[in-house]
């Protein structure tokens, strides 16, 4: 069956540092479709969680903070920019300490319902790439295409140091391949959506492979769903 690149949803599945969102970040711009970056979606809430001070398991206080919160992804100059009720929080959401607090928010069934719900609303129309732990399996079962982006995780924890020392965080790879191993047993033993590869997914094992091979791999089968007669 073709597909209509405007209408397509691409979902990107995996653990931290597999390479799944500058690909998807990279696929995006060159079909010009928007990219939903969910992860910082759940950082930002994260992030509030953390400055309130709230229990996780109140409740009642988390459904009054999830209902009065705001979490806007805007692009500017080429990237994305998180909003948190109106604040700039790209930088925020980004330090270690939130790092290890969005596991246990982010497998919060209240804050994924809410989270879900927006993703879905976002991609009613279809015409982005979003990547994740959960795009092909909960968010978006039904897409147009899905992959499940992994690597060893040696290979992931340089790839994170590198992002973390370019913004000035200095951590040893064993520490960044310590939080990653946590990170990785959290997110697939979860009770609510857990880290999986959807069965229809393709599997796309980066630990050898540079972002453009990624890239080039996951447009290569895009451009197969394309419909010949219009598209060239």
């Known amino acids: 069956m ?8 691409i979902a990107l599945d995996g653990p931290a540092g597999s390479g799944k969102s500058t ?3 990279l696929v995006a711009q060159k079909l010009g479709l928007m ?10 809430v994260a992030l509030k969680v953390y400055r309130s ?11 009054k903070l999830l209902n009065t919160t705001k979490v806007e992804q805007v692009a500017e100059n080429g990237h994305s920019k998180f909003l948190l009720d109106g604040e700039d929080v790209t930088e925020d959401i980004r330090t270690p300490d939130i790092s290890l607090w969005v596991g246990p928010v982010s497998e919060h069934p209240l804050v994924r319902e809410y989270l879900v719900s927006w993703q879905r609303e976002i991609g009613k129309h279809g015409g982005l790439v979003a990547d994740g732990r959960d795009i092909g399996t909960v968010v978006f079962p ?14 992931r924890a ?10 000035g965080i200095q951590q040893s790879v064993e520490e960044v391949e310590d939080a990653i191993r ?24 980066t630990t050898h492979m540079t972002i453009g091979d990624q890239v080039e791999r996951v447009l290569y089968l895009v451009a197969k769903l394309k419909p010949q007669s219009k598209e060239h």
């Open 158 to 167: 340089v790839r994170r140091q590198k992002e973390l020392a370019a913004r």
């Open 142 to 155: 039904d897409a147009t295409l899905k992959f499940y982006v992994e690597a060893d995780v040696h290979t």
């Open 53 to 63: 001070g709230i229990e996780l398991t109140d409740s009642a206080a988390l459904t």
């Open 35 to 44: 990219y939903l970056d969910t992860g910082a979606m759940y950082r930002a």
């Open 2 to 9: 073709s597909h209509s690149v405007s209408d397509m949803i």
């Open 23 to 25: 690909t998807a970040k």
């Open 182 to 205: 946590t990170r990785d047993l959290r997110d697939s033993t979860r009770e609510h959506s857990p880290l999986r590869r959807a069965p229809d997914a393709v599997e796309l094992d």
